[in-house]
């Protein structure tokens, strides 16, 4: 399933997250499922809330730099061997997997969030 | 010792004769052979019969670096093209650079006057000198070297970028001498300390230059590495290093005034200043050919003294330098103009054109950092774009600015905008002191 995610850019410094994380709150905005990449420099918080683009503009009204863009979310069997072989299918296509992270909270579900070079292929790949 | 005595301690009513007759040789050459000075001239109507004394000077225009990056490549040459031996070029504060023609005689000027520096500084054709400034379109490094070749002394081209190697050539070679930015001398001298190597050195002397120095700087560089440290300045435009130098005495740079003409005058009236008050370097070239220019306006703001000083010599000394009337810096030697930044991110999509630059002195090694912007149409959620956006700014830097920059990615409300009074750049070396 194609789902819109919110990338949020962060200076490293302190408190960057949190300043983050208080807007959502005050605009009780839920979130489903994070992860946080960082290099030496920057960060980088990737969000799925329930609706993204209320949740961007008050990102960016608070002065931040953030965009929304489309992942795949695939929905996780808890048996050995399953995602090994959802992400082959991906492999096999050619296509590479620029990062992914779980969604303990979504839908219910357990579910890996995807980014691909090529989302909507490989997510009618993953489906089919 | 002085190399030239004829010239360098002539009493100053001959140094003022002789700076007026060729004063005038000069404007009446530029006059016919430049139509950039010819039209400044006629529009201050003024003929070259009106200047006779060097006095006279004041009534001539001014020429800037504007003026320069306005005339590139050949618009101020004084004689043909064919008599051009060589160029030189400093970066501007836009795209172009300055560039700048010599003649053979030039050339021989040039060397003429570093070999007087050199000679201040003790060196004779006994020396062996290592060359520790870059070789290319900036004057350093061979400026240096035709200097010390002339001189007599043993020159060895190391430029810059490899320490190790210039350690081991000063020990194998038995070098007394180097010439090489102060900021790198100290990286030097850290090195040799570092490998208990001091005391294998025969270096005597250090010239340096290409960048505003301390004299903190200048008694950690003699303590550390037990030699004399002389100031020598220059200026591509003028000629290159060799236009001032400091001699034992440490009272102020000499400068050589049979080829270079100085004055200060105050950055804003555009007056003529008196002896000892504090204002812009001016100077005019009296006997350049290729690209003569007159009254060139420096940036530097310093004062002259004209007493005789206890060295013998008679001729003018720059005082200590007090910073810049423009907002350039000097970083690792090499000049930057904050807008040079701007004219660099104009050329990555995705940026915008607000940056701030922070200058800073770590471990004797100047840092250059630039914040840029990530906005929305900069930013991605990959990771690998960012890298790629941010390095392909640092390579604009480079081939802007010729000097590599750290980028760092900053959040858009963290930086100053633009609004042309906003303030671009923090310098927190104490260059001045």
């Known amino acids: 399933m194609i789902i819109k995610q919110l990338s949020v850019f962060l200076e490293n410094r302190s408190g960057t997250l949190q300043e983050v994380l208080k807007i959502l709150k005050k605009e009780n905005i839920n979130i489903l499922a994070l992860s946080l990449a960082d290099t030496s420099e920057f960060g980088l918080l990737r969000l799925i809330v329930e609706d993204p683009l209320p949740a961007k503009e008050a990102i960016k009204a608070a002065g931040y730099t953030s965009s929304v863009n489309e992942v795949i979310s695939i929905e996780l069997k808890n048996e050995a061997g399953y995602l090994s072989s959802l992400i082959g299918k991906i492999s096999e296509s050619g296509d590479n997997i620029e990062y992914m992270y779980a969604a303990p909270y979504f839908d219910g579900k357990v579910s890996m969030i995807i980014k691909t070079d090529n989302v909507r292929k490989d997510n009618n790949i993953i489906e089919s | ?433």
């Not at chain 2, 240096?144 to 320490?163: D, F, Q, R």
């Not at chain 2, 210039?166 to 030097?188: G, K, N, Q, R």
């Not at chain 2, 050589?256 to 009236?269: G, K, N, R, V």
């Open chain 2, 1 to 433: 010792m002085i190399w030239n005595e004829t010239k360098e301690c002539m009493s100053r009513d001959e140094i003022a004769h002789l700076q007026g007759k060729r004063l005038h040789a000069q404007i009446s050459k530029v006059y016919h052979n430049v139509e950039f000075y010819r039209k400044k001239m006629q529009a201050l109507g003024l003929e070259p019969s009106d200047i006779q004394t060097i006095d006279d000077v004041v009534k001539l225009p001014f020429t800037t670096y504007a003026d320069l990056r306005e005339n590139y490549p050949y618009g101020l040459l004084a004689v043909p093209k064919e008599e051009i031996v060589r160029v030189h070029a400093s970066s501007g504060t836009t795209g172009k650079p300055k560039l700048l023609c010599y003649t053979r005689k030039d050339i021989d000027i040039w060397s003429e006057c570093v070999s007087r520096a050199m000679t201040m500084a003790g060196l004779t054709r006994n020396d062996v000198l290592q060359v520790g400034y870059g070789y290319g379109l900036f004057t350093g490094g061979l400026g240096a070297h035709y200097g010390a070749e002339n001189l007599g002394a043993m020159v060895i081209p190391m430029s810059t970028g490899n320490t190790q190697k210039l350690i081991d050539m000063m020990i194998d070679c038995e070098v007394t001498a180097i010439a090489c930015t102060p900021s790198y001398l100290l990286h030097v001298a850290e090195a040799l300390e570092s490998k208990g190597l001091v005391d294998k050195v025969k270096l005597k002397v250090a010239i340096c230059g290409a960048e505003p120095w301390t004299e903190e700087m200048r008694k950690q560089i003699e303590a550390r590495l037990n030699i004399k440290a002389f100031d020598i300045y220059g200026l591509t435009e003028i000629i290159g290093p060799g236009v001032a130098c400091d001699c034992e005495a440490k009272k102020g740079l000499h400068i050589y005034e049979d080829h270079f003409y100085p004055e200060i005058i105050d950055p804003d009236s555009l007056e003529q200043l008196p002896a000892g008050k504090l204002g812009e370097l001016c100077i005019t070239t009296l006997t350049k050919e290729g690209m003569p220019l007159i009254r060139y306006r420096t940036r530097d703001l310093t004062s002259l003294e004209y007493d005789k000083c206890e060295c013998g010599r008679t001729i003018a000394r720059i005082q200590r330098f007090r910073g810049r009337s423009d907002d350039m810096l000097v970083i690792r030697g090499v000049n930057v103009f904050p807008s040079q930044i701007e004219t660099a991110l104009l050329t990555v999509s995705g940026t915008t054109p607000n940056y701030f630059i922070t200058v800073d002195r770590v471990n004797n090694s100047d840092t250059f950092d630039v914040a840029i912007e990530v906005d929305e149409k900069f930013f991605s959620d990959e990771i690998r774009h960012l890298e790629k956006l941010r390095s392909k700014v640092e390579n604009a830097i480079h081939q802007t600015v010729g000097l590599k920059a750290k980028v760092k990615l900053v959040e858009p409300n963290a930086l100053p905008h633009s609004d042309g009074k906003t303030k671009h750049v923090e310098d927190r070396r104490k260059l001045t002191d």
